[in-house]
């Protein structure tokens, strides 16, 4: 299949490019490089730099690259902080480009439509782990932005009949020999905890350590980026023979924040000194994903569920491309 992967230049979306081409597939990857390294962007995709808040240069792409058959779309601002702090940029830019992608690509024909969701869409869950029939109540601006697109889609399916699947990712982490985490700036847990293994930080302090947890520090369901492709690869025909799906996607196994440290510590053979800070408002003890339903319909099997897996190919990126992308 032609596949459009938006945000390919990125963490998660430059991985997908890497698999959907390993399994056969064209890919077209559109990004505006706004976090993303055209480094990152596989050889053999065809590249786009396309703001997608553009909505005449985003019907282009479909002209100039006709015949797609279904968008993976990644490309996003993706911060629950700056959400907090600049709405706006979440609650428009995401949505506008959303909206415009999904537009654009009902009117050129695409069948399929998978858009990269998030455990922020339940900031007060039903059930631990967290079911995707729980009550979506966004828990941040971004949040919200990724229910609007999910909403966009419920509507586009009724009004025009395109499938979607709607991949709610938990905490995506790890890395392959050739990609890797390279934000700036880097919130997330384990390349920060990395960073001072590599001696680009003194230490890391944890939000919060007096949580209702084994340990105190917060409970966090980690996904290999390799296994959220594959759950996108899956996905493609799954959506074709099943119908619109929505999908957890995490272990289902959580550790806290003091168990990646210790991890990390195993793994580099650094000592990792960790402090404990204040807890970080809105931040919920225990988030972990059932993925049982993408398991049971798809048979989505992750090839790296335990963190040692997860930190240990983190560490191998961040160990050889330690400027990432620019190393
Ligand atoms: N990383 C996680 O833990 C996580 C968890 C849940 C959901 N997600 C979602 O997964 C997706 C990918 O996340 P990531 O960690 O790879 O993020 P990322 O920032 O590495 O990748 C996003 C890409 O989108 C591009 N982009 C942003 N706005 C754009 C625009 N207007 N036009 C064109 N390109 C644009 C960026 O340049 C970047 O390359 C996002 O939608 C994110 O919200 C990520």
């Not at 597939?25 to 990004?31: N, P």
């Not at 396309?50 to 282009?60: F, Y």
Request: net charge negative; glycine share 10%; proline share 6%.
């Amino acid at each position: 299949m032609k596949i459009l992967v938006t945000g390919g230049a990125g963490y998660i979306g430059s991985v997908a490019t890497v698999e959907l081409i390993a399994a056969g597939h064209e890919v077209v990857v559109a990004d505006n490089l706004y976090q993303g390294h055209r480094a990152a962007v596989h050889p053999d995709a065809a590249f786009v730099n396309v703001d997608l808040r553009d909505e005449p240069a985003v019907k282009q792409l479909f002209v100039d690259h006709t015949g797609i058959d279904a968008v993976m779309h990644f490309a996003s601002y993706t911060l629950v902080g700056e959400s907090m702090q600049n709405p706006a940029k979440y609650l428009r830019d995401n949505t506008v480009a959303g909206v415009n992608l999904i537009d654009a690509a009902v009117h050129a024909g695409v069948e399929r439509f998978i858009v990269s969701s998030t455990a922020n869409l339940f900031e007060e869950p039903e059930t631990m782990p967290i079911e995707p029939e729980n009550k979506v109540v966004p828990g941040s601006p971004y949040g919200e932005s990724k229910h609007i697109l999910e909403r966009t889609l419920h509507w586009y399916e009724r009004i025009y009949g395109i499938k979607y699947a709607c991949l709610r990712y938990f905490n995506a982490a790890g890395g392959t020999p050739n990609r890797g985490e390279d934000h700036t700036p880097e919130l997330h847990l384990i390349p920060v905890v990395l960073q001072v293994a590599l001696g680009q930080r003194d230490q890391i302090t944890l939000f919060g350590g007096d949580y209702p947890t084994r340990d105190g520090t917060c409970v966090r369901d980690y996904v290999h980026i390799v296994d959220l492709a594959s759950a996108h690869i899956l996905a493609l025909d799954g959506i074709a023979r099943l119908g619109s799906r929505k999908y957890n996607l995490g272990n289902g196994d959580g550790f806290t924040n003091l168990e990646v440290v210790q991890a990390a510590r195993r793994i580099t053979g650094h000592a990792i000194p960790c402090t404990i800070g204040e807890r970080r408002p809105g931040d919920p003890a225990i988030l972990i994903a059932s993925a049982a339903k993408i398991r049971a319909e798809l048979g989505w099997v992750p090839r790296y569920p335990t963190i040692d897996d997860i930190i240990g190919s983190a560490w191998e990126w961040h160990r050889t491309h330690p400027h990432g992308y620019r190393s």
